[in-house]
């Protein structure tokens, strides 16, 4: 059973920086994708930013320029470096992809942006 563990959510002043860590454990066999996907309080989860198996990268229109996903496989973790904070960009930050052919969750780490 594969499991994601997310790390590095905080309180952090707009304009701040932070860098989320996803790490995935258990047996695994492929990792297709992993990326990120944040909610805010009584709203919808949304995605943030993808990486690829074979590197490719996308990003939410809302975050592009300011952040940064970058998986690294030889650890089956993926990281968001996240620059020029926002409070809109305030939420759970939640950690999914597909491993072993099979979506995955992680439980979240909370992201908080004040001004």
């Known amino acids: 059973q594969v499991q994601l563990v997310e790390s590095g959510g905080g309180l952090v002043q707009a304009g701040g920086s932070l860098r989320l860590a996803c790490a995935a454990s258990g047996t695994i066999f492929s990792i297709d994708a992993l990326g990120w996907y944040r909610q805010e309080a009584g709203k919808q989860r949304e995605y943030v930013a993808v990486e690829t198996s074979d590197g490719l990268k996308d990003y939410a229109d809302s975050v592009k320029g300011r952040f940064t996903i970058s998986l690294d496989n030889a650890k089956n973790t993926v990281y968001l470096q996240m620059n020029s904070l926002k409070s809109a960009d305030t939420g759970v930050y939640y950690c999914?992809?597909?491993?072993?052919?099979?979506?995955?969750w992680g439980q979240g780490t909370q992201v908080t942006v004040y001004s």
């Open positions: 999914g992809g597909v491993i072993n052919s099979e979506t995955a």
